[in-house]
């Protein structure tokens, strides 16, 4: 280092499992490295292919520096430079006329995990839209259809410390493709597995993960629940259950049994298209290992009766005792460690309620072309998000944002496919530029991240932007003016026994520190979960008072392989439009040139489809169902099964040949429970161009 360089440490704020600690290097003025912190004990000093470049993105000559103006049309992507106290003045304006006419749920903030902050994410933002009488976001696009399916068999969606993996002797990782979206689980699980561990994976797709994997389970997309139930069968049937762990620990085990004798291997084949032999070995696996850990992300949850799976899933750990060992049981998120140690810092007392309607972030689209609604949207404020490319069903989401009587402000670092659609786009911070305490969802760890850099151009921090539209609108109210370190003294339940050892010191001076939880962490080995019976509910009291079937079952989606005849008649092919590229986060990054792979954006499929419609390797295709129409070059390679075809999710529109990317063609149904998407039972036809 040199006499002016210094180091500061932070935290990344993707939205990724592994919120990894950093260290910048900073000459001067300007960030000169970005490395993995060496000292973080689960990112162990690396980052990934697409944050090892971040200083790239920082400096990258495509930010938006300034607020900008649009002069061309809505989606062209036309701007002029204005000014902060112009843009201010303007959304003051605009907010309160619409506000005066149709009432506060006229405006509607849409945010996503741009960046998992806990304040950055989201904090006074809420407070402004609440004082405001904003309509409100159900931010339900990601984990929280899992969680809800968890929670009605456990009550709770807590489980063991992914960093306990290492105990594992049989892990399955269960629609979740950990190499390339968790990809910091790997080296522990591999530590499993220089131990003894087997690793299964469970995918449709053969992903990377797969071909890691020991075993590899292929069965047709949102079939998982019937594979569960004939898993089940064969427990049971073979005695391989844990009897005094269920007598001791769980509540309706004979009226699930009941219900799986009907589910013999044989049948649970016929609906999930995993042979029943090999049905028989993997329940025969499951139930004589330990400890058996299943660890679940969120590509089981995007279907139809993503709840159902998560909720009949979560029965196999109880039926084989998983829970009383170290590095056993069922993993999702391990956020809820972190958010029951939070605050909610929406209002202060006595400053009121913010009560009104909820839109749900996945039917974006429905909410915004719907004439129906009253009051209508029409004041969009976006930050952290890019949901026309992110979003499912984007014709319909993209016509939405390009209504004329729309006012979309859309506060971003580049100019994407949603800012293109925006009357004003601000300009945002990136994490070196802010203060911020990241919690993770794929560990126990709480990071700080020290701002490194001063703001670039006219960059501002989405707080500081809140700040600025309280002063614009008049509001004086000082908890809508609070600083970014308020906010984190309000945030952070310091008395709260899991935060007993951390605090704000103690996060700036390390980096990060860990949640004060026991290591290894066996929550629920003597039972004692958080449901009305206290115990793990395979038959559920609760589902049965709301007149829903209080059994674990398979339910087929109405646009999956099992579903609307007519519909597959004409659609044939089931969709997925997963992860896939490991340079790109969600949408962030695959318009960098060093980021996207060369050729751009494809469809998978089988050969045997393939060949059924005279399409070869690198042929031009369409892909189309009544929702939209890609054109993609295909490819045939080996990573579906007949029947299922993949478009990688995250290319933005303008990569691909036609006006949209992969969620044009996907399905926004909403999920049984928890608010989530049905992304994946999605139905297509494919032919050449
Ligand atoms: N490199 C990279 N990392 C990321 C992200 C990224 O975009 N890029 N995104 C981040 C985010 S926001 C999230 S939520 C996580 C998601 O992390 P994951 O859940 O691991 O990723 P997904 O691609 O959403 O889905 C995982 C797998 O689920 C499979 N799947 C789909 N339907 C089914 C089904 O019916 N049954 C089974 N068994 N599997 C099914 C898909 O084929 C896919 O391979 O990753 C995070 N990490
Ligand atoms: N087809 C399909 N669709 C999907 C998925 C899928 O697997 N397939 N996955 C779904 C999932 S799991 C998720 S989580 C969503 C993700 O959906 P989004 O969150 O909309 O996706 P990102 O690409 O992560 O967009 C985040 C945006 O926030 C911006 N940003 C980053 N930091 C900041 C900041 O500090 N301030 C502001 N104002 N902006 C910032 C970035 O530049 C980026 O454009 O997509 C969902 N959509
Ligand atoms: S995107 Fe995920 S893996 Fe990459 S540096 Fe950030 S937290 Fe780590
Ligand atoms: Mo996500």
Same mark, same amino acid.
């Given at each position: 280092?040199?006499?002016?360089?210094?180091?500061?440490?932070?935290?990344?704020?993707?939205?990724?499992?592994?919120?990894?600690?950093?260290? /910048?290097?900073?000459?001067?003025?300007?960030?000169? =490295?970005?490395? #993995?912190?060496?000292? $973080?004990?689960?990112?162990?000093?690396?980052?990934?292919?697409?944050?090892?470049?971040?200083?790239?993105?920082?400096?990258? +000559?495509?930010?938006?520096?300034?607020?900008?103006?649009?002069? #061309?049309? =809505?989606?062209?992507?036309?701007?002029?430079?204005?000014?902060?106290?112009?843009?201010?003045?303007?959304?003051?304006?605009?907010?309160?006329?619409?506000?005066?006419?149709?009432?506060?749920?006229?405006?509607? @903030? !849409?945010?996503?995990?741009?960046?998992?902050?806990?304040?950055?994410?989201?904090?006074?933002?809420?407070?402004?839209?609440?004082?405001?009488?904003?309509?409100?976001?159900?931010?339900?696009?990601?984990?929280?259809?899992?969680?809800?399916?968890?929670?009605?068999?456990?009550?709770?969606?807590?489980?063991?410390?992914?960093?306990?993996? /290492?105990?594992?002797?049989?892990?399955?990782?269960?629609?979740?493709?950990?190499?390339?979206?968790?990809?910091?689980?790997?080296?522990?699980?591999?530590?499993?597995?220089?131990?003894?561990?087997?690793?299964?994976?469970?995918?449709?797709?053969?992903?990377?993960?797969?071909?890691?994997?020991?075993?590899?389970?292929?069965?047709?997309?949102?079939?998982?629940?019937?594979?569960?139930?004939?898993?089940?069968?064969?427990?049971?049937?073979?005695?391989?259950?844990?009897?005094?762990?269920?007598?001791?620990?769980?509540? #309706? !085990? *004979?009226?699930?049994?009941?219900?799986?004798?009907?589910?013999? +291997?044989?049948?649970?084949?016929?609906?999930?298209?995993?042979?029943?032999?090999?049905?028989?070995?993997?329940?025969?696996?499951?139930?004589?290992?330990?400890?058996?850990?299943?660890?679940?992300?969120?590509?089981?949850?995007?279907?139809?009766?993503?709840?159902?799976?998560?909720?009949?899933?979560?029965?196999?750990?109880?039926?084989?005792?998983?829970?009383?060992?170290?590095?056993? #049981?069922?993993?999702?998120?391990?956020?809820?460690?972190?958010?029951?140690?939070?605050?909610?810092?929406?209002?202060? %007392?006595?400053?009121?309620?913010?009560?009104?309607?909820?839109?749900?972030?996945?039917?974006?689209?429905?909410?915004?072309?719907?004439?129906?609604?009253?009051?209508?949207?029409?004041?969009?404020? /976006?930050?952290?998000?890019?949901?026309?490319?992110?979003?499912?069903?984007?014709?319909?989401?993209?016509?939405?944002?390009?209504?004329?009587?729309?006012?979309?402000?859309?506060?971003?670092?580049?100019?994407?496919?949603?800012?293109?659609?925006?009357?004003?786009?601000?300009?945002?911070?990136?994490?070196?530029?802010?203060?911020?305490?990241?919690?993770?969802?794929?560990?126990?760890?709480?990071?700080?991240?020290?701002?490194?850099?001063?703001?670039?151009?006219?960059?501002?921090?989405?707080?500081?932007?809140?700040?600025?539209?309280?002063?614009?609108?008049?509001?004086?109210?000082?908890?809508? $003016?609070?600083?970014?370190? *308020?906010?984190?003294?309000?945030?952070?339940?310091?008395?709260?026994?899991?935060?007993?050892?951390?605090?704000?010191?103690?996060?700036?001076?390390?980096?990060?520190?860990?949640?004060?939880?026991?290591?290894?962490?066996?929550?629920?080995?003597?039972?004692?979960? +958080?449901?009305?019976?206290? =115990?793990?509910?395979?038959?559920? +009291?609760?589902?049965?008072?709301? @007149?829903?079937?209080?059994?674990?079952?398979?339910?087929?989606?109405?646009?999956?392989?099992?579903?609307?005849?007519?519909?597959?008649?004409?659609?044939?092919?089931?969709?997925?439009?997963?992860?896939?590229?490991? %340079?790109?986060?969600?949408?962030?990054?695959?318009?960098?040139?060093?980021?996207?792979?060369?050729?751009?954006?494809?469809?998978?499929?089988?050969?045997?489809? %393939?060949? %059924?419609?005279?399409?070869?390797?690198?042929?031009?295709?369409?892909?189309?169902?009544?929702? @939209?129409?890609?054109?993609?070059?295909?490819?045939?390679?080996?990573?579906?099964?007949?029947?299922?075809?993949?478009?990688?999710?995250?290319?933005?529109?303008?990569?691909?040949?036609?006006? !949209?990317?992969?969620?044009?063609?996907?399905?926004?149904?909403?999920?049984?429970?928890? @608010?989530?998407?049905?992304?994946?039972?999605?139905?297509?036809?494919?032919?050449?161009?």
């Amino acid at each position: 280092m040199t006499e002016r360089s210094r180091t500061v440490l932070g935290t990344c704020h993707h939205d990724c499992p592994d919120s990894c600690g950093w260290v /910048v290097t900073v000459e001067g003025e300007r960030a000169v =490295k970005l490395r #993995g912190n060496p000292d $973080h004990p689960y990112s162990r000093g690396e980052l990934c292919p697409k944050v090892n470049r971040f200083l790239d993105r920082v400096y990258s +000559p495509d930010r938006v520096l300034t607020p900008l103006r649009r002069v #061309g049309a =809505k989606g062209e992507g036309r701007f002029e430079p204005t000014t902060w106290d112009d843009a201010l003045a303007t959304i003051a304006v605009e907010w309160s006329g619409r506000i005066a006419r149709h009432g506060g749920e006229t405006l509607l @903030g !849409y945010h996503s995990a741009g960046t998992q902050g806990l304040i950055q994410m989201t904090s006074l933002d809420r407070r402004l839209f609440a004082v405001l009488g904003a309509s409100r976001l159900d931010a339900t696009i990601c984990g929280s259809t899992a969680r809800v399916g968890v929670e009605l068999t456990n009550g709770t969606g807590l489980g063991p410390d992914p960093l306990d993996i /290492v105990h594992s002797r049989f892990i399955i990782l269960w629609g979740t493709n950990t190499r390339l979206t968790n990809r910091h689980l790997w080296p522990f699980i591999e530590q499993a597995r220089s131990q003894g561990a087997t690793v299964v994976v469970i995918d449709p797709l053969r992903t990377i993960t797969a071909d890691s994997a020991d075993w590899f389970v292929q069965p047709l997309p949102g079939t998982d629940a019937a594979l569960v139930l004939g898993l089940a069968h064969v427990l049971i049937r073979d005695g391989l259950v844990d009897e005094g762990w269920v007598r001791d620990h769980t509540v #309706g !085990y *004979e009226a699930l049994t009941e219900r799986v004798r009907a589910w013999d +291997p044989v049948r649970a084949a016929a609906h999930c298209g995993v042979a029943a032999e090999e049905i028989e070995r993997l329940a025969r696996a499951y139930g004589s290992a330990r400890p058996a850990l299943i660890r679940t992300l969120i590509g089981a949850e995007h279907h139809e009766h993503g709840a159902e799976l998560l909720r009949t899933m979560a029965c196999l750990p109880a039926l084989v005792g998983a829970w009383r060992d170290a590095g056993g #049981g069922l993993i999702r998120s391990s956020g809820t460690w972190t958010e029951e140690a939070l605050l909610d810092t929406v209002l202060p %007392a006595g400053a009121g309620t913010w009560d009104t309607r909820r839109i749900n972030m996945g039917r974006i689209g429905a909410a915004l072309t719907d004439p129906a609604l009253a009051p209508p949207i029409t004041a969009l404020y /976006v930050w952290n998000a890019n949901p026309a490319v992110t979003a499912p069903n984007a014709g319909l989401v993209q016509a939405g944002l390009a209504r004329e009587d729309l006012f979309t402000v859309v506060h971003e670092q580049f100019l994407t496919d949603t800012a293109r659609y925006a009357d004003l786009v601000l300009p945002a911070t990136t994490q070196l530029e802010h203060l911020d305490v990241v919690p993770a969802w794929g560990h126990l760890y709480l990071g700080w991240n020290e701002p490194a850099i001063a703001p670039l151009g006219e960059a501002r921090s989405n707080t500081e932007v809140f700040r600025s539209l309280a002063t614009a609108l008049g509001r004086t109210e000082a908890w809508l $003016h609070d600083s970014d370190e *308020e906010l984190i003294a309000q945030k952070l339940d310091l008395d709260h026994p899991r935060l007993a050892t951390i605090t704000v010191e103690g996060l700036r001076r390390e980096g990060f520190q860990r949640l004060d939880v026991a290591s290894p962490l066996v929550p629920y080995a003597e039972g004692g979960f +958080p449901t009305p019976s206290g =115990k793990v509910e395979l038959a559920s +009291p609760r589902l049965a008072e709301l @007149g829903l079937d209080p059994l674990p079952g398979y339910t087929p989606a109405v646009e999956g392989p099992e579903g609307d005849a007519a519909l597959r008649a004409r659609f044939p092919l089931q969709l997925l439009t997963p992860k896939t590229h490991p %340079a790109f986060l969600n949408s962030t990054y695959s318009a960098s040139p060093r980021h996207a792979p060369p050729g751009g954006p494809f469809v998978e499929l089988d050969p045997v489809d %393939a060949a %059924a419609r005279g399409v070869a390797e690198g042929d031009e295709v369409i892909v189309a169902n009544d929702r @939209g129409r890609l054109r993609l070059r295909a490819r045939l390679t080996g990573r579906v099964r007949p029947g299922v075809v993949a478009i990688p999710f995250g290319w933005w529109d303008h990569q691909h040949a036609g006006r !949209y990317g992969a969620n044009a063609l996907t399905s926004d149904r909403l999920a049984d429970a928890g @608010g989530g998407i049905a992304f994946s039972d999605t139905l297509v036809e494919v032919r050449r161009a």
